[in-house]
């Protein structure tokens, strides 16, 4: 379990990652813009060279690794994109002859991750997040990775199982934790090697930037993922880096607001006829809730379901009002998109995934319930 000792996630989230008090100085301070610094003599750091390291980064990664890892050593290194967090701990881990275990139902560009591992001699092995159906393919295995909740499917493994078994085996473990942020759920805490995201969604929560992190507390897994970094180069502007920060002060109001918001979606959706496959782990109905009650602290703010038929999800899509047709999620304006239009996911053609922003309950509740009616088949209220 997640342990609740020390301050509450809202009075950690404000001050994570500032420094001690300037006078004189802001709180948090400003983005530094910088190729390289002020280096005379021996090249010894902490700032030699902007893609090594910048110090609006460091007050990042300080940030989250309080979030991450509450009253615990950790190291975090930020990224660029999700993507590339991800691909720092598959690609500094893992060498030829090696096997690694994903997900097959998994974040829709893995498979992509996975052509480019294949291409270098690494075995990889998938199997569905759902029944932490990834142990029958652990043996020998040198790392594990997991996301859970799963995105889109929303499936929930047991973090904890699946670590003490990759662990006996011998495997390194990851945890893709996009969907629940740090609030949600502490992967580190439940024995994971690795915790990684993309901050581009709920973590950073405004729609206008893309981040990355990998927090670890084995400070030679992190060197790994450090150096990872330097070579491929895929390091986060400042600016980005800056805004990131800001955001997470606001991060425990957001993810209250937009769990909550996804709860009660999940509830008026549940009594649409027009409605299946509803899947939201926090609705006590769904499969996910008994474990994801015991592993999870939030239940995060996306909700899945699929509409009878694709004309019936565009119709859907197209008469919210509140509710932006985009992809990506854990943004505080929500959004909804009928994945089967990417082509990645193995869903059905009506499959919704929809993002519950900060909007006020009432009106997002009523803003799906009307689309819902507008969609209907023959409807005459419809646009
Ligand atoms: C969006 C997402 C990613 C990729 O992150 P980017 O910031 O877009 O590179 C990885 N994993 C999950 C679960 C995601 O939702």
């Known amino acids: 379990m997640n342990s609740t000792e020390g301050p509450g996630d809202g009075t950690r989230a404000v ?11 802001p709180t948090l301070p400003g983005p530094v813009f910088a190729a390289h610094f002020h280096l005379p003599g021996e090249p010894t750091g902490p700032y030699t060279y902007g893609r090594d390291s910048n110090p609006t980064w460091t007050h990042l990664e300080r940030a989250i690794g309080e979030l991450e890892s509450p009253g615990r050593p950790v190291e975090t290194v930020t990224f660029a994109s999700g993507m590339a967090a991800i691909s720092a701990v598959l690609f500094s881990q893992l060498r030829t002859g090696d096997a690694v275990v994903l997900p097959n139902d998994g974040y829709q560009a893995l498979p992509l991750v996975r052509e480019q591992l294949e291409a270098y001699g690494i075995e990889v092995r998938t ?27 929303l499936d929930v493994c047991d973090i904890q199982r699946l ?5 006996q085996t011998g495997a390194l473990v990851a945890v893709d934790n996009t969907l629940a942020t740090p ?4 992967p580190l805490e439940l024995g994971a090697d690795f915790a ?8 950073t929560g405004h729609g206008d930037l893309l981040l990355g992190h990998v927090s670890c507390r084995d400070s030679v897994l992190a060197e790994g993922v450090r150096r990872w970094r330097k070579v491929v180069g895929a390091i986060p502007g400042p600016m980005e880096a800056w ?9 425990q109001l957001r993810i209250e607001r937009s769990c909550a918001n996804a709860l009660a979606l999940a509830q008026a959706l549940d009594d649409r006829g027009e409605v299946s496959g509803l899947r939201y782990p926090g609705l006590p109905t769904d499969p996910s809730y008994p474990l994801a009650t015991r592993q999870m602290k939030r239940f995060g703010g996306i909700v899945s379901f699929v509409l009878p038929d694709r004309a019936h999800a565009e119709r859907f899509l197209d008469a919210l009002r509140l509710v932006d047709d985009a992809t990506s999620f854990g943004g505080v304006r929500s959004t909804a998109e009928r994945r089967g239009r990417w082509g990645g996911d193995a869903v059905p053609e009506g499959f919704i995934r929809l993002s519950a922003g900060a909007e006020d309950t009432e009106d997002l509740v009523a803003d799906a319930l009307r689309a819902l009616d507008e969609a209907l088949p023959g409807s005459t209220t419809a646009s």
């Open 15 to 25: 001050r994570a990652g500032l420094p001690e008090p300037v006078k004189y100085e």
């Open 183 to 186: 609030l949600g759920q502490r």
């Open 243 to 251: 805004l990131a920060h800001r955001s997470l002060a606001t991060l």
């Open 196 to 203: 990684v995201a993309s901050d581009t969604k709920g973590l």
């Open 127 to 153: 199997a569905p997040t759902r029944d932490d159906a990834q142990l029958s393919v652990l043996e020998g295995a040198r790392l594990l990775w997991i996301e859970t909740p799963s995105n889109p499917g």
């Open 163 to 167: 670590v003490e078994a990759a662990h």
